[in-house]
C-alpha cells in the first residue's frame, strides 16, 4: 500500500478534527500544515510542532505533496494557494463552500486542465453523504428539485423561537453563547452560507454553472414570533430552506428564504443543528438525508472520506478520475425571484372594520391570486387587527403587486410578513 | 468514450425498468437478456425480441460482455450464474439481496480471486444511495449502529393498521390488492426480506461475516390492533426495524423484529412503503436517509447509477477497483437475541383481581427487571383485563424468564405480546 502524502491549509477545529482523525489511517501522512500563527496552542495531544508553517507555499510547492487539504476557508488567499496547488498537479480535498459557490468553476476548470481532482463533500452538509452519491448512485437521475436545510445555525434559532416562544434577537444571543452562533452571525442568519452550499448542489444536480449573485437570499433576522405562532396555529413550521429547482423550460430556480413548511413534510421536523436535504428525480423519486451539517467532527468524517477514497483510486490510476466529473461549463439561466410562484402566507396589520376583509380579497383577486384561508388574529390596543392570508400557488411578482396595492387602501395599516409556503 | 457491452439477468419489473432507463445512456449496451420464457410479452416499446435468450449462459460464455447486470432474484440459478461471469472476468451488478446475504462471501472471494466488481446498491433499500457512501465518503467512520425500515411492505401494512385501525389480515389483504404484498408475503412479512438487507448493511459497516442464520427475524404477523393502539397511548408507533450493533466488545448483534419506536425518533415518521436508514458512526455521528425501497424506477436508478460508475471506473483502469472494497474474510461473533438488553412492551391478560399488578412487579423484580410504565387497559366480558408493561433496559433472557414465571400464577391467563422498544 502507497502512503500518500498531504499538506493542510488551516488548522482551526475542522483542521484539528481532520488532523486527529487521520492518526488512524497510515494510508495518508500528513507532511506539513499552513497555519497563519505557529505559536499559538493547538487542542492535539503531543502534537508535533515542526509540521506548522506559516508560509502556505511551502505546501504548495513541496514536490513530495501529492494533495492539499484545504480547511481555512474564505476567499483569498485560498483561491490563490488552490490555483497554485493544482498548478503544481495536486489533488485537493476542501470544506470551502464559499470559495467554490464563488469561484469553483476557475478551480475546476484549472483541475481539469492539469488531471487533478477537487474533492469536496464535507463543504455542503457537514457530515452528510450528498456530493458523491450525486455523482456516483444518483448519475442516473434527471434531478429537478433540491430543498434544503443546509444551515445549523439559523435551524436552531428557529427550532428555540418555536419551542420557547423567544424572540429572534433572544435565540441568536442563547445560540451566540451555546457556540452555535459566531459572533458576527451575518453569513448565517441572512443565509448566504445557504445560497453557497445551494449553489454547489445545484450545480452538480443541474449541471450548469451557478452564478451565486442571483441567487434570492433572505435571511431569519425578521421572523416575529408571531409569525411562528400563527404558522404553527395553522399546521406549519418556520424553516430556512435553500431550493434549487430545474424547470420544465429549462432555466433553474435558486434562491434562499425562511418558508412554512406544512407539518407532515419530512423537513418540518428538523431541529436544532441539524441539516436535511430532500432532494427529487426520476427515477429515484424523493430522498431525504439527514444529519449533522457542521462541526469538526461530521466535517472532518467528510474530509477523511474523500481523502480514503481520493487515494483508493489515485493507486489504481493517475488519471483524472471519474469523482471529479462535474460538467458546468454551461451557464444556467437562473430564474427572477419575481417570476417563481409559490404559496405565501401574508400577515397584515389593518384597521379593525368590516370591509377589511373584503378589500383584502379583491385586491388579491384583481392580482390573480386565489386566497387558501384567511384568519382574522386579535384585536391590537389601538383598534388595528393582525389578519394573516394563505394563498394558494401565485406569482411572486403578482403577490408584490398586491400588497403595494393594499398599502394604498386606508384600512391597511402594514404588512407585517411575507413568507412563502412549502406542503 | 468506450461503450461497454452488457448482458442482463433476468426481465421482470426491475429488468424492464433498468433496460428502459439505459436506453438515455450509450456508454452501456445490452447485447443479451436472459429469460424463461421468450415469448413473453414485455412493457417495451418498440423492443427487440432478438436480444431475448432463454439460455442465461450465452450471456455468460459471451466475450464480448464485460458486465453481467443480475435481476432475477433467487439463489439458484443465480449463484451459478454470477459464479460462471465471474470466473470468466466479468463485472456484476446485481440487486440480489437473497443471494448476497446468503452467498455473498464466496461471491465476493470469487470476485477478488479474477479481479472484478461486484456492485449492489439496488439490494438494499432501493433508490436510497447507501452502500456507496458507506464504502466512500463514510468510510473513515467506525460506524456502530444501523437501525433501519427495509421493507416496505410490512411498513404500509404497519401503517395502515395504526391509520385505519385495521387488524393484520385486512391490511395485508389491502396491500396485496394495491400491489404492495405478494401473494404469498411470506418473505416480507416474516422479516426475511429485511433480514437479507440487514445483513449486508452490517457485513460492509462491521467488516465482518455476518450469518444469515444468526439473525434473529421475528415479523409482524402477530401485531394485534391493541398492540397499536396501546403504543399510540403510550406515545409510540409500531414499525418492524432492522438492527445492526457493532459492541464495544467486538460481537455484533443484527436482528430483525417489530419495535415500538417513539413519535419523536425520526424513523416514527417514516409512512408506507418507504425505507429509512439510520446509521450512527464515530466521527459522523448519526444520519438517517429515506426514500423508496422497492419499484422498478426507484431499483433502476440504483442499478444504472453502479453500471454508469463502474464503467466511468474501467475507463481508467482494469484494477480491481476502490469501490469492490469489503473486508469481510473475518467471521462475526453474532450475539444470541437472549443476550440482548432492550427495553421492552409486555401485553399481560390477567384476572380482573387486585393482586395482579404486585404479582407482575414482584416477578419483574426477581429477574431483574425495571418497569417504567404499567397501566391497566379494559376489562373485557370474562372479567380478564389488559395490562401494559414498559419495561426499562433489561435482558431479553430475564424477560423470557419472566413471561414463563408470570404464566405459572393462576392469576395471568396469557402473554398476549411482547415487543421491543426504540426511544
Known sequence: MKTFKAGMIGLGTVGVGVYKLLQSFNKIKIENIAVKNINKKRDIENFNTNLLTDNPFDIVNNPDIDIVIEVAGGIS????????????KKHIVTANKELLAKRGSELFGLAKENNVTILYEAAV?????IIMPIKTTLCANKINKIAAILNGTTNYILTKMAEKELSYETALKQAQDLGYAETDPTGDVEGFDAAYKI??????SFNKKIDIN????????????????????LGYTIKLIAMGQLL??????????????????????????????MISGYPVGDLVLTGAGA??????????????TLTSELEISDYPLPLT?????????????GDTYNEYYISIQASNNPGVIGIIGTICGKNNINISTIMQKGIDEDNTAEIVVITEKSKESDVKNALE?????DSINKINSLLRVMN
Do not use: W
Not at 452538509?125 to 453523504?129: E, K, S
Not at 396595492?405 to 387602501?409: D, G, I, Q, R, V
Open 77 to 88: 488567499p485560498a483561491f490563490e494557494i488552490l490555483s497554485a496547488a493544482i498548478k503544481n
Open 125 to 129: 452538509a457537514g457530515g452528510i453523504p
Open 199 to 204: 449553489a454547489i448542489l445545484s450545480t452538480i
Open 214 to 233: 442571483k441567487i434570492y437570499t433572505e435571511g431569519i433576522t425578521n421572523i416575529k414570533p408571531q409569525d411562528i405562532k400563527a404558522a404553527k396555529e
Open 248 to 277: 420544465d423550460d429549462g432555466r433553474v430556480d435558486v434562491r434562499v428564504h425562511p418558508m412554512l413548511v406544512a407539518k407532515k413534510h419530512l423537513l418540518a421536523k428538523v431541529k436544532n443543528a441539524t441539516n436535511s436535504i
Open 295 to 308: 462541526g469538526a467532527e461530521p466535517t472532518s468524517s467528510s474530509v477523511v472520506g474523500d481523502l480514503l
Open 325 to 337: 466529473k462535474c460538467k458546468h461549463d454551461e451557464n444556467a439561466v437562473q430564474i427572477d425571484i
Open 405 to 409: 396595492n393594499l398599502l394604498k387602501s
